[in-house]
């Protein structure tokens, strides 16, 4: 049975953008949930587990992200990952 | 961008000794003074900085890759290296494998989207597991050199 697919945008508020570090702890926290999740920054989508996929978006300061998930833990997986990106991943 | 944008080929190094991080990131920051691209008057701030970051998170990023990186004032434009390392460095990464090939990246405090360019390129040279296993059994810097012209010239991956 499949899970009906989550979305939500989130704005790269971090001065750096989406980086080596801020990619790593976007995967990492990907990865905790029994979920399928993808990262778009316009037509390009990229697994939101996959640090190599993360850094290949260039996501800059002021970019809109579209967050998709799928899967028992969808919503639970896009709680987390908004809120790395509310909390500007602890930067600036 | 292209590795030849933000990469020195003087800098390169084929046979990193070290077998920590701080040791490996002096290593690859003394081979860009020795290249001329870091004063030798800012050596240390630029190694501390570089640890600095790493102290907020591990830069390994997986597969045996790391990309250690900072800002500093005293480089008016993107520069970098490549090192490659037989033995591992541990690096605290992603996946908790050693890292065998790393990419020490400074840029100037004004410009995070050349950072942020340049890491694109690493990462999408990466996917190719051709490029990244003969990158990590490069026995030169010459080598290295080589294949990253090849990247640049899109003789890797689609």
């Known amino acids: 049975m499949s899970e009906p697919a989550v979305s939500r945008t989130v704005i790269v508020a971090n001065r750096a953008g989406l980086h080596a570090r801020t990619a790593v702890i976007l995967a990492k926290a990907a990865k905790r949930f029994d979920a399928r999740v993808l990262v778009a920054k316009g037509p390009h989508q990229v697994d939101a587990k996959d640090v190599l996929q993360l850094m290949q978006l260039v996501a800059e300061q002021g970019d809109a992200l579209q967050l998709e998930a799928s899967g028992p833990e969808a919503r639970q997986a896009l709680d987390v990952l908004e809120d790395l990106f509310l909390k500007k991943f602890d930067e600036d | 961008m292209k590795f030849a944008d933000f990469i020195c080929r003087d800098a390169i190094r084929a046979h ?101 360019r340049a890491l694109e390129n690493i990462s999408r040279q990466l996917r190719d597991d051709t490029f990244c296993k003969f990158l990590k059994q490069a026995k030169t810097p010459e080598e290295v050199g080589q294949l990253l012209e090849e990247a640049d010239n899109h003789q890797f991956g689609p």
């Open chain 2, 16 to 116: 990193l000794q070290a077998a920590d991080k701080e040791g490996a990131i002096r290593e690859m920051v003394t081979a860009l003074a020795d290249a001329k691209r870091v004063d030798p008057g800012e050596f240390e701030s630029v190694v501390k900085a570089i640890l600095k970051r790493e102290e907020l998170g591990s830069t390994g990023i997986g597969r045996g890759v790391a990309v250690p990186h900072t800002k500093h004032p005293s480089v008016d434009r993107l520069i970098g290296t490549v090192a490659v390392s037989a033995t591992g460095v541990d690096f605290a990464s992603l996946d908790g494998e050693s890292v065998h090939l790393f990419f020490l990246l400074i840029s100037p405090p004004d410009r995070p989207g050349d950072h942020l």
